[in-house]
């Protein structure tokens, strides 16, 4: 498993993964959909997958959630929490003919394990550099999509323009059938 030369990359997946459920349906519905989210992200084949992962990621996408909508002592807790549990001392590790690479989850360490343990230890080294306002849920009524705003000149509502724009357009409307 790679883990961590790219602290961004585990950020990345930590977003996409809690943002595989969301208020659209379910994107993992079976095992062959973990294996193809951990694939897009990077992963290295040989990436197996059975029922047991698919019901452990899913569970360990609940436990990051909270991350995107608490406060941020609150987030922290979480954080730490995840890390104490998931998280090892980090080692080098070059296996498999891979070049060198940190890992952070242990050696034996099942997808969902390895999702805990990367995408909590991503998510505080996020929060640690940009501070959790960084680190947000989509404000649209009918999104709730997470995301995070590396470039935080000023606080970011919205998951994507589309729904920064779609609201401004409801607000409006609203307000002119409100007069
Ligand atoms: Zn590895
Ligand atoms: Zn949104």
Redesign the pocket.
Known sequence: MESLQTPDRLVRIAVDLVNTRTLEPEQLTKPADVRRFLLDHGEPEPVRTGEADLVEVREIRELIRPVFHAEPAEAARILNELLAQYAVRPYLSDHDGSPWHLHVAKPDASWAEWLAAGTALGLSGFAAGHGFEAIGV???GD???V?VNPAAKRPRR???P???S?TRVATHRARRAGR
Do not use: G, L, N, V
Request: charged content about 20%; some cysteine; overall charge positive.
């Open positions: 989509c404000a649209a999104c709730e999509r995301f919205f998951c994507t589309t729904c920064a779609r």
